[in-house]
């Protein structure tokens, strides 16, 4: 608008136009922009759910009959669903930075229930998924691109053994005027390192305490009260860059876990005559109060027994869904309704202790369906690997290296007997019936049970034992009822201990389960391979 002296006149005001053949069209108006993409790519949300103990997440996962992806319903007002950011049709790509979109629908849900009080959930809008469907977008790459190339940049999970040498292994560097800020120097092969650490690492936190908020003297505390172990989540300096680039938290249920102190275990039972001889009870603990599913009573030679089963155990999964916060009479009718056959999956409450520390859930890292290709220690110690020659790198300790030495007569190679559980033996990757490749670089396949334990016993404070799993012709028992086998193993103080022990063979006759000329030794352990109905060890 314009004024003028005969009142107010309507005067339209245009940018003026000039011309550069230099410097081109310098009209904002006729600038020529590209047209704008006709297939934008969908930007998927993050939402982080977390729950209390004994609270559900406050929303329904249903699956599209005749269609791809799982859709959320029913959020739930002032649920965990709701703050976390979940809204009703929202399509789950993502549990915990793993792909779901083509996973079958009960698959899904075990995997959301086995990770206990906090999830991760990437999703997007249904309108968005319908149109990333219809322009046949890979919903994978969409995820992916999302975290960028976070999925080879994560925190770790690294579960610290104090050597009595070497210690952790670790120096704590602290950044000056900086609270909360610790990087982390390691020993070159010590325990740190081996458990995973990196040099220069930064520290999120020790045992579950979270250490941002820390002076240097409350951390050092911490880490003098762990006198034999400490579980650390640390992440690399580039790692931590791409998680703040594309925001997303430096937890420990998206790191990579390495290695950690307890393992759950599956055993598979079928139903004998008298059932699976064990009792399910319904416990309240003494400290914390907590309501418990153990299992108690187990009998001697029953299926339960047979499977591993052991008194205490808590009861984590019912045929891989996750139960331990459920009604014990549900727990009860699980059981029941798998008729002839059941699996649980148990830790003891030591374990559980354990992860609780950690504000873990003991499920989070477990996949049942790979349960015997695990790389790390169930909750008796066993330890499950895939096949394949493996290096064991063990510490010496006060009680030695924690494992046995066996051998079959005039048969060659050396195998592995028991494994403490919790020593170092176990916690490198031991496994009872491993055969000995290589001490310290030394090839011992045709060495004899006194040479190789004499090259054990030489090693001073660690112990590099190269390993692989028994031959088909090396199994136990697999010569037929008729043969004869004997193994002879020794303790730790034969392997590392204080004592020089002479291994003895004793006779052992699988047959007529007669033992001839039988000795005693305060220092010796003798193991039998049985027949084929055996089928394992027997003492």
């Known amino acids: ?198 040099n220069g690492d930064k520290l999120i936190w020790v045992n579950g305490v979270t250490v941002a908020n820390l002076t240097f003297s409350a951390l050092n505390k911490i880490f003098k009260r762990s006198s034999i172990h400490v579980t650390l989540l640390v992440i690399d300096r580039e790692s931590e860059s791409v998680c703040i680039k594309r925001r997303i938290p430096v937890v420990a249920d998206l790191a990579e876990c390495l290695s950690l102190a307890h393992r759950p275990k599956t055993m598979d039972l079928v139903q004998g005559p008298d059932g699976y001889g064990f009792l399910l009870r319904q416990e309240k603990l003494r400290v914390s109060g907590r309501i418990v599913h153990l299992l108690r009573e187990v009998e001697a030679g029953s299926p339960a027994a047979q499977a591993g089963v052991e008194d205490g155990d808590l009861v984590l999964a019912i045929n891989g869904e996750a139960v331990e916060t459920a009604a014990h009479e549900l727990i009860v009718h699980k059981i029941r309704e798998s008729g002839q056959s059941v699996s649980l999956t148990t830790i003891t409450l030591k374990g559980r202790d354990y992860y609780r520390q950690l504000d873990l859930s003991p499920l989070l890292f477990y996949d049942e369906d790979i349960k015997e290709a695990q790389n790390g220690p169930d909750d008796r110690g066993n330890l499950l690997y895939p096949t394949g020659p493996r290096l064991c790198v063990l510490d010496r300790e006060a009680v030695g290296f924690g494992f046995n030495l066996c051998c079959a007569p005039d048969k060659p190679g050396t195998f592995i007997g028991q494994v403490a559980s919790g020593g170092s033996g176990q ?17 011992v396949e045709d060495r004899s049970l006194e040479e190789v334990g004499a090259l054990v016993k030489a090693g001073l404070t660690t112990l590099k034992l190269l390993v692989r799993e028994r031959t088909e012709g090396e199994h136990l028992g697999r010569n037929g009822p008729q043969e004869t086998q004997v193994f002879v193993e020794a303790t730790d103080a034969f392997l590392g201990g204080k004592h020089d022990v002479t291994p003895t063979i004793i006779q052992y006759n699988s047959t007529e389960r007669h033992i001839e000329n039988l000795q005693t030794f305060c220092l010796l352990k003798i193991i039998f391979i049985c027949d084929a109905n055996d089928g394992d060890l027997g003492s």
């Open 1 to 198: 608008m314009k004024y003028s002296n005969t009142g107010i006149e309507d005067v339209m005001e245009y940018p003026r136009f000039t011309f550069n053949p230099k410097e081109g069209i310098d009209n904002p108006a006729l600038v020529i922009s590209d047209d704008p993409d006709p297939n934008p790519c969908p930007v998927p949300r993050l939402c982080q759910l977390k729950r209390a103990e004994g609270q559900g997440f406050g929303f329904v996962l249903r699956g599209v009959q005749g269609k791809r992806g799982h859709v959320i319903r029913e959020v739930e007002p002032h649920s965990p669903a709701e703050v976390g950011g979940l809204r009703d049709g929202q399509r789950v790509l993502e549990v915990n930075q793993e792909y779901v979109d083509n996973m079958e629908f009960p698959e899904l849900l075990r995997k959301i229930q086995r990770c206990g009080l906090r999830v991760f959930l990437l999703v997007l809008r249904e309108e968005e998924y319908e149109q990333a469907v219809s322009w046949c977008l890979d919903l994978q790459e969409v995820a992916r691109s999302n975290r960028g190339d976070n999925h080879d940049h994560k925190a770790r999970l690294c579960h610290v053994t104090r050597n009595p040498v070497q210690g952790l292994g670790i120096t704590i560097r602290h950044v000056q005027g900086q609270k909360g800020m610790y990087y982390l120097s390691t020993l070159t092969a010590g325990p740190a390192e081996r458990a995973g650490v990196r």
């Open 427 to 443: 916690r490198a990757g031991l496994l009872r019936g491993d055969a000995i490749v290589e001490v310290d670089g030394q090839n």
